[in-house]
């Protein structure tokens, strides 16, 4: 009879290595330190850290704003103006050639008005400064907040966190909000919540349908026409945002009218009170007084401005500074490199998935039919898509910042919401990236302008957006996205 072979001892003999406990490393100052370190470089470069510090930094934000608020004192420019012009309007005057302030005459169009009489009802006619000051605290951390989430779609979890803590370093920025309280604030998050609307329906092509898309772009625009109506610099990002809403459609010509039909039909129905008299006659002179001087001071695109106070523009001598020939030079070089963004990125076969000449008959030859390929398209790719959109908005506006005829102070809210994830779009390394951020924040903060700081802000300007074109890698995908398309 067979023996029985006897069990063995699970406890005797060698330990395989799955059962082997992991060595802890010692207990070292040395360890420690290296932990500690490891630790901060993962807060500063690793993508796992992002969403932990994003919402860390809009509570920072938020702190900052309260403590700036209290401990340095506000500083007058425009915003008791913007009281003196509100109070007219609320007084009955509609004529624009009547509303004046101490600065000035008004120059923005309605949405300015709506958005300063509740802030003229919430501070008591603006004598209560702190309640205004706490008001554009709550605007900057919503800006920081929507500012991340956009930053968060686009990057589809490989952002690291360095360029969110960008957004909370600018001395300037702070100035504009808080001590300031200048109108470019409220267009500037309308943009911001326009690019999330429309990264939203590019995650949402291919798994929706066409509709949801195409109401996310009905409301983007929407966005977009009330962020011009308090104040036209958004107008600089109309290139790229009729190529995104072009694709986000379907590629249907047809479509795409009815979204860009709805940006006059806002601006109408938002400067309904200046524009009545365009109804009720032509022949009234006093109608049409008040209908063409709203139109012509608040749509003013001949507005000269002062060489005083222009801060990219000091290298170069007054007389050209303002003279038609520097302007239509700007203009020139304006129109010339968005077109080569246009056509070397925006619309590059390898991106739209089809060659120009293909999608320009598409949309001639079959204007109410979707032609949109949708897995070989990258903005409408849920990965991809949401980076190219911003990226799209972001070059659109940047450009025209760069080819501005003059910008002021406050006009860094225009674009300095973008400029750190257009530096981590240029595929430098991060400390290259902060030092370009540490120069352009130095060129904001020279008062006033000098040649050197204005030289230096349009050299940063042009080498980010050069870095930005000349990396690949950020429009182009070689990888077969039939499989990669969700």
């Given at each position: 009879m067979p023996s029985i072979p006897e069990a063995k001892d699970s406890k005797s003999g060698p330990e395989t290595p799955a059962h082997k406990k992991p060595e802890l490393p010692e207990f070292t100052l040395k360890n420690v330190s290296l932990d500690i370190l490891h630790?901060?470089?993962?807060?500063?470069?690793?993508?796992?850290?992002?969403?932990?510090?994003?919402?860390?930094?809009?509570?920072?934000?938020?702190?900052?704003?309260?403590?700036?608020i209290a401990r340095v004192p506000y500083t007058e420019i425009d915003f008791s103006t913007y009281m003196q012009q509100v109070e007219l309007i609320n007084d009955g005057e509609l004529d624009y050639a009547q509303i004046y302030g101490d600065s000035g005459p008004i120059v923005y169009p309605a949405g300015f008005v709506q958005v300063y009489q509740f802030l003229y009802s919430m501070t008591d006619g603006g004598q209560q400064l702190r309640t205004a000051q706490y008001i554009f605290s709550l605007l900057l951390t919503s800006t920081t907040f929507l500012t991340s989430a956009v930053y968060i779609t686009a990057g589809a979890g490989s952002i690291p966190p360095w360029p969110?803590?960008?957004?909370?370093?600018?001395?300037r920025l702070f100035s504009i909000y808080l001590l300031r309280l200048f109108n470019d604030c409220f267009t500037t998050i309308a943009m911001i919540g326009v690019t999330l609307m429309l990264q939203q329906a590019s995650y949402w092509y291919s798994t929706a349908g066409t509709l949801i898309p195409y109401l996310l772009t009905l409301v983007a625009a929407d966005l977009f026409s009330l962020a011009i109506s308090v104040k036209m610099n958004a107008l600089l990002y109309?290139?790229?945002?009729?190529?995104?809403?072009?694709?986000?459609?379907?590629?249907?010509?047809?479509?795409?009218?009815?979204?860009l039909a709805v940006i006059p039909i806002v601006q109408v129905l938002v400067g309904w009170k200046f524009l009545l008299p365009l109804f009720l006659g032509?022949?009234?002179?006093?109608?049409?007084?008040?209908?063409?001087?709203?139109?012509?001071?608040?749509?003013?695109?001949?507005?000269?401005?002062?060489?005083?106070?222009?801060?990219?523009?000091?290298?170069?001598?007054?007389?050209?500074?303002?003279?038609?020939?520097?302007?239509?030079?700007?203009?020139?070089?304006?129109?010339?490199?968005?077109?080569?963004?246009?056509?070397?990125r925006f619309l590059s076969p390898k991106v739209t998935g089809k060659p120009l000449t293909e999608l320009i008959g598409a949309a001639i030859t079959k204007p109410f039919s979707s032609t949109a390929i949708k897995q070989k398209n990258l903005y409408l790719n849920s990965t991809h898509g949401p980076r190219l959109i911003?990226?799209?908005?972001?070059?659109?506006?940047?450009?025209?910042?760069?080819?501005?005829?003059?910008?002021?102070?406050?006009?860094?809210?225009?674009?300095?919401?973008?400029?750190?994830?257009?530096?981590?779009?240029?595929?430098?390394?991060?400390?290259?990236?902060?030092?370009?951020w540490a120069a352009h924040e130095y060129s904001w903060n020279v008062f006033p302008a000098t040649a050197a700081s204005s030289g230096l802000l349009v050299s940063i300007l042009s080498v980010v957006l050069f870095g930005v074109w000349n990396n690949r890698a950020n429009w182009f995908v070689e990888e077969d996205l039939n499989k990669k398309n969700q």
């Open positions: 630790g901060v470089q993962a807060l500063v470069v690793s993508p796992k850290a992002t969403l932990i510090v994003a919402p860390m930094l809009v509570a920072v934000t938020s702190i900052l704003c309260k403590v700036i969110f803590y960008l957004l909370v370093l600018s001395k109309l290139p790229g945002f009729v190529i995104v809403s072009y694709f986000l459609v379907g590629e249907n010509l047809v479509k795409l009218v009815s979204v032509s022949d009234d002179v006093d109608a049409s007084n008040i209908r063409w001087n709203y139109i012509n001071q608040a749509f003013d695109f001949s507005r000269k401005f002062l060489y005083k106070w222009t801060v990219n523009w000091k290298f170069i001598s007054e007389d050209t500074f303002l003279s038609d020939t520097f302007a239509n030079t700007l203009l020139i070089l304006n129109v010339a490199t968005l077109l080569v963004f246009i056509f070397t911003l990226l799209t908005l972001a070059c659109s506006n940047v450009i025209g910042v760069l080819f501005a005829r003059s910008l002021h102070y406050q006009f860094l809210s225009w674009y300095c919401w973008q400029l750190p994830y257009l530096l981590y779009s240029t595929g430098w390394n991060f400390a290259i990236c902060g030092a370009i």
